[in-house]
Every structure is written in C-alpha cells, then in structure tokens.
C-alpha cells in the first residue's frame, strides 16, 4: 500500500559531536504499583525529589525541565510551580509513552550549548488509583484529539491497533500466538526477581492462551498493567556528572522518528518508525544492536517486542517469534529484555518510556539487585507512544563503553 | 464557503456517497481526507467516487459481552485505488474475517450519519 518513508538524516555526521557529552546522573521511581490517595503531580515530585537526591543535587541546582502529562496539556507550568524550579530550559513535547526517551537529545543540545546545568525528566500518572482515570481520559480524548477515521467502527484504542499489527505479523511471517506469549512470560520471570513490579505470580504460556479474549489474537495477558508510578532522572553534562556521587549512565545516541498517529495511516504494520529511530540512535553512538548488553523496549503489549526487536536489528524482519521462542528474552535467554518485568508484568501508569530508562540506568549501574545483569555496558532503551506512532530510542552506556 | 475535508466527506456519506481524494498533480489516491496530498505536497485534492472494492489488510475479533451485542469485527481494508482505510468486515462471523479476503463497500447509516462498511466480495467475483 504505502511506501514506508525514509529519511535523509545522517545522524552520524549531525548528532555524533554529542555522544557521551551528557550523561543521566540521577534516576528514581516512586510509588510503582498502587499508590491510594496519591494524584499525578504527588507521584511525580516524589520521584523526582529522589532522583534529584541520587543524582547529589538540589531541587535549585535544576534549572531545566522536560516533562509531560497524558491529560494536562500544559503540564510543564504545575509542574514548575510545585517544584518551586526557574528553569532556562523547558521541554513539554508530548507525543505518548515515548515522549521522555525523546526528551534527551534536545536536552543535551541545551546542556551542551550553556542554556542550562541540570535537566530533570520526570513523570507521575496515579491512572490506576484516580478518579479521573483511563476511561474517562479516553472519553474526554474522543472531543478533544478527535480521530474521526477510526471512532466510528469502535476500535478499543489502543488495544486494537496493535492487534491488528499482531494479526498481520501472524499471517505475513508465521508468528504464532506461543511465541507471542513467550513475550509475557519473559516479562513475568523477570518481574519475579524485582521487588519492584507489580505483577509478581507465576506465569505460563498456557495461562496467557487462555486468559480473557481482547481483541484477538491478544488476551488480557499480552496487554500491559494499569498502574500508578511516578519516574524521574537528571541529566547533567559528563564532565560534571563525573564529579557527582553515582557512577554515569552516558547517552550515547538517541534519535525519534514519527510516520503517522492512527494506525490505519501506518504503511506497514509489521515495520514501524523504530527502523529510523534504532538507526538513527545506532548510527549516532557508532554502536549496532550486536553491541548491546540488554534491551529495555516499551513492551504496550506483546507484539511491542517482537517488532521493536526487529526494528532495532536483533534480528531480522519477521524473525522476532523465533528469536523469543524457548525463553529467548527471559533470564538466561540469548537477550536479556525488559529487565524490570516490563510495562507488561512490572509497572505501566500510562505511559511507560521514563521507566525502561531508569531500568537500564540501575542494570548499568550494578544496582539492579538479584536481576542484574552480569554484562552491564551498554543498553538500548526503546519508547513507543500513540499507537505505534511515536518511536524514540536511546543507546546508553557506562564510562566503558565511551 | 469551504467546507473542510472530513466535513465534506461525511457530507458526502450522509447523502450516500463514498468519495475518497485524488491528487490532480501526483495522480495518486489519498485517505484519510486533508488538505494537501501527503505525496507531493499538491493542494486542490479532488474528491472522485470511490470503486468500493477493497482486501483485507487486517482484522480483529473484538470481544463484546453478549448482551452488549456480542463480538464484533474491526478491519484495516486497502482499496483497489491504493489507500488504506479501518473499517468493519459484515455479513459474516466476525472471526471468519480473513487477510487478503476480497471486500466490497457499502453505505450505511448509524444514527444519521453515513458509514462505510464491507462485506465480503462471493467466489466468482460478483459481490
Ligand atoms: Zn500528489
């Protein structure tokens, strides 16, 4: 149908002079899972109190600022008068669960042209606990974002988009619906080693088989939790993050690539903007997916995985199912993915891009308890937002890997 | 007074029309309706009837409590003229709606206002 776009960046020659020039100096989470009687901006200052604390800094040592919100749409402004905060450099982009992996690179732009010292990236969503919570958020979407396309044959959004993309990536490639699951047990077995995640029971290929029907070929269990969770990291220049307390995550690379927002507008299903953003990112940390000691990919539901594992050049196009098969993803597996349990088993309040980031800055930092990684050198942290709409993808690595 | 893209187009639904836009400069076909042709930038797409006859590109079987009405099917449906479309496969079982399955549009109304849904085109061609 659609010719997938291509574009002309050479990011190796554009955004190279900026790789290992910033690094994340401070990560924290707060209140993962169920946090009663907390709201967005609760969760959110929380976290970013504490990753401010981690990163040896003051809430007045920042003095930049990226951050969004899935119902406020001029979030930045409540978020800087909480924070009591006079950024000189604002970021509010919001283009769904990615937005916050995509907040680095213009990030690094500021720091390393002066504009500012420290950003914090921070994020809080109680959409489990709220009132005010997914339903009513989707209705109120429906006037103010309207898709007028899609609405009228009832799609349950965002759960059928990515159906569909399951579904077609069956028929195309032979994926089978094990190899699907195989995704969520991966996930499940390593939310059981994180006292962190949400979801923590056994789980087996059986068991997401035979869960509750959504929208098929997916159940209940190939779609990620609803929960509360606020996220937060800081990012300072490597030069200073050097002097601070805790070792630095640097960025390596880090590119966003966007091609459409409904999913009936997507030329091709089974190959989404990941292709440009992993390249992109790749080409500008001079790194491939070979080099890369875990993945930390925005797993919305199971087919999430497979394409971006894809996308991103673990394997080939089409050859995902095969590449998770037989606990290829889960611990002792041939990639370790989804460290944390993912937002399928371990924590998913919304949006989920601020996360996998802040998992990959633990497991790089040796922090990642009983789940840590014996190679920790280098990540790739991949975010999704809409419905497979927005594609962001970082490539991070300790002082090794610079 | 100029009617914006979608508001033209359900017009043209409403009185039981479906019309999709071509691009007078680039000759291509282009849905979703908008302004200017995502191919070579061209404005002054033109709205033409659209042949009706699609496949299948992809489908799911939504589930639906019975007595809400029971599952339901929602398709992506490429069109001959070489657009893409979401939609909804009917006049069969919702699961039995298959990828590459031959599809034919029709017009319908739900509360007021046009819809384009499908169904399937029977072996031999004829809808
Ligand atoms: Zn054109």
Same mark, same amino acid.
């Given at each position: 149908?659609?010719?997938?776009? =291509?574009? +002309?960046?050479?990011?190796?020659?554009? /955004?190279?002079?900026?790789? !290992?020039?910033?690094? &994340?100096?401070?990560?924290?989470?707060?209140?993962?899972?169920?946090?009663?009687?907390?709201?967005?901006?609760?969760?959110?200052?929380?976290?970013? @109190?504490?990753?401010?604390?981690?990163?040896?800094?003051?809430?007045?040592?920042?003095?930049?600022?990226?951050?969004?919100?899935?119902?406020? =749409?001029?979030?930045?402004?409540?978020?800087?008068?909480?924070?009591?905060? /006079?950024?000189?450099?604002?970021?509010?982009?919001? &283009?769904?669960?990615?937005?916050?992996?995509?907040?680095?690179?213009?990030?690094?732009?500021?720091?390393?042209? !002066?504009?500012?010292?420290?950003?914090?990236?921070?994020?809080?969503?109680?959409?489990?606990?709220?009132?005010?919570?997914?339903?009513? =958020?989707?209705?109120?979407?429906?006037?103010?974002?309207? @898709?007028?396309?899609?609405?009228?044959?009832?799609?349950?959004?965002?759960?059928?988009?990515?159906? *569909?993309?399951?579904?077609?990536?069956?028929?195309?490639?032979?994926?089978?619906?094990?190899?699907?699951?195989?995704?969520?047990?991966?996930?499940?077995?390593?939310?059981?080693?994180?006292?962190?995640?949400?979801?923590?029971?056994?789980?087996?290929?059986?068991?997401? *088989?035979?869960?509750?029907?959504?929208?098929?070929?997916?159940?209940?269990?190939?779609?990620?939790?609803?929960? #509360?969770?606020?996220?937060?990291?800081?990012?300072?220049?490597?030069?200073?993050?050097?002097?601070?307390?805790?070792?630095?995550?640097?960025?390596? %690379? /880090?590119?966003?690539?966007?091609?459409?927002?409904?999913?009936?507008?997507?030329?091709?299903?089974?190959?989404?903007?990941?292709?440009?953003?992993?390249?992109?990112?790749?080409?500008?940390?001079?790194?491939?997916?070979? #080099?890369?000691?875990?993945?930390?990919?925005?797993?919305?539901?199971?087919?999430?995985?497979?394409?971006?594992?894809?996308?991103?050049?673990?394997?080939?196009?089409?050859?995902?199912?095969?590449?998770?098969?037989? %606990?290829?993803?889960?611990?002792?597996?041939?990639?370790?993915? /989804?460290?944390?349990?993912?937002?399928?088993?371990?924590?998913?309040?919304?949006?989920?891009?601020?996360?996998?980031?802040?998992?990959?800055?633990?497991?790089?930092?040796?922090?990642?308890?009983?789940?840590?990684?014996?190679?920790?050198?280098?990540?790739?942290?991949?975010?999704?937002? !809409?419905?497979?709409?927005?594609?962001?993808?970082?490539? *991070?690595?300790?002082?090794?890997?610079? | 007074? +100029?009617?914006?893209?979608?508001? +033209?187009?359900?017009?043209?639904?409403?009185?039981?029309?479906?019309?999709?836009?071509?691009?007078? @400069?680039?000759?291509?076909?282009?849905?979703?309706?908008?302004?200017?042709?995502? +191919?070579?930038?061209?404005?002054?797409?033109?709205?033409?009837?659209?042949?009706?006859?699609?496949?299948?590109? =992809?489908?799911?079987?939504?589930?639906?409590?019975?007595?809400?009405? !029971?599952?339901?099917?929602?398709?992506?449906? #490429?069109?001959?003229?070489?657009?893409?479309?979401?939609?909804?496969?009917?006049?069969?079982?919702?699961?039995?709606?298959?990828?590459?399955?031959?599809? @034919?549009?029709?017009?319908?109304?739900?509360?007021?206002?046009?819809?384009?849904?499908?169904?399937?085109?029977?072996?031999?061609?004829?809808?």
């Amino acid at each position: 149908m659609s010719r997938v776009p =291509s574009s +002309h960046l050479d990011a190796a020659a554009v /955004n190279r002079p900026l790789r !290992g020039r910033v690094a &994340i100096a401070g990560a924290a989470t707060y209140g993962c899972g169920e946090s009663p009687g907390m709201d967005d901006m609760t969760l959110l200052v929380r976290a970013a @109190q504490a990753a401010v604390a981690d990163a040896g800094l003051t809430m007045q040592d920042i003095d930049g600022l990226a951050t969004c919100s899935v119902n406020a =749409s001029m979030w930045t402004m409540p978020v800087i008068e909480h924070l009591g905060i /006079n950024p000189t450099y604002v970021d509010g982009t919001m &283009i769904g669960g990615s937005s916050f992996i995509a907040h680095l690179l213009p990030a690094m732009r500021a720091l390393e042209a !002066g504009q500012c010292k420290a950003v914090l990236v921070c994020y809080g969503s109680a959409q489990r606990s709220a009132s005010f919570g997914r339903k009513e =958020s989707v209705a109120a979407r429906r006037f103010m974002d309207p @898709q007028p396309y899609e609405t009228p044959y009832e799609p349950v959004l965002p759960v059928t988009a990515y159906a *569909l993309a399951a579904a077609r990536h069956m028929h195309e490639f032979g994926t089978t619906r094990t190899q699907l699951a195989e995704v969520a047990v991966a996930a499940r077995a390593w939310a059981q080693m994180n006292p962190e995640a949400f979801m923590r029971d056994p789980l087996t290929i059986e068991d997401v *088989l035979s869960a509750r029907p959504i929208a098929s070929p997916l159940t209940v269990r190939d779609c990620c939790l609803v929960t #509360d969770g606020g996220g937060a990291i800081v990012l300072t220049r490597a030069d200073r993050a050097r002097d601070l307390p805790k070792p630095p995550v640097y960025v390596l %690379g /880090n590119a966003t690539a966007i091609w459409n927002r409904q999913i009936s507008c997507m030329p091709d299903l089974t190959t989404t903007a990941a292709a440009q953003s992993g390249a992109q990112a790749f080409a500008m940390a001079g790194l491939r997916a070979a #080099d890369m000691d875990m993945a930390q990919v925005y797993d919305a539901f199971t087919i999430n995985t497979l394409l971006f594992l894809e996308d991103l050049g673990f394997c080939a196009k089409g050859e995902g199912g095969a590449f998770v098969q037989g %606990g290829g993803i889960a611990p002792g597996g041939r990639l370790a993915v /989804n460290t944390n349990g993912g937002g399928l088993s371990c924590v998913h309040p919304g949006m989920y891009g601020i996360f996998a980031l802040i998992e990959a800055v633990r497991q790089l930092r040796g922090e990642a308890g009983t789940r840590q990684l014996g190679h920790h050198r280098t990540a790739v942290v991949h975010g999704n937002g !809409g419905t497979l709409s927005s594609q962001s993808t970082a490539v *991070l690595g300790t002082a090794e890997a610079l | 007074m +100029h009617l914006s893209a979608h508001s +033209h187009y359900q017009a043209e639904l409403d009185a039981g029309r479906f019309c999709i836009q071509h691009c007078p @400069q680039c000759q291509r076909h282009v849905f979703t309706p908008r302004e200017l042709c995502p +191919h070579c930038g061209a404005s002054g797409l033109r709205w033409v009837r659209a042949g009706g006859l699609g496949t299948v590109y =992809s489908t799911s079987t939504i589930a639906r409590k019975v007595d809400a009405g !029971g599952n339901y099917n929602v398709a992506l449906i #490429d069109l001959d003229e070489g657009v893409r479309m979401m939609s909804r496969v009917e006049g069969v079982a919702p699961e039995a709606v298959a990828m590459g399955q031959r599809v @034919q549009a029709h017009v319908a109304h739900k509360d007021g206002r046009g819809l384009v849904l499908f169904t399937p085109v029977r072996e031999g061609g004829a809808p």
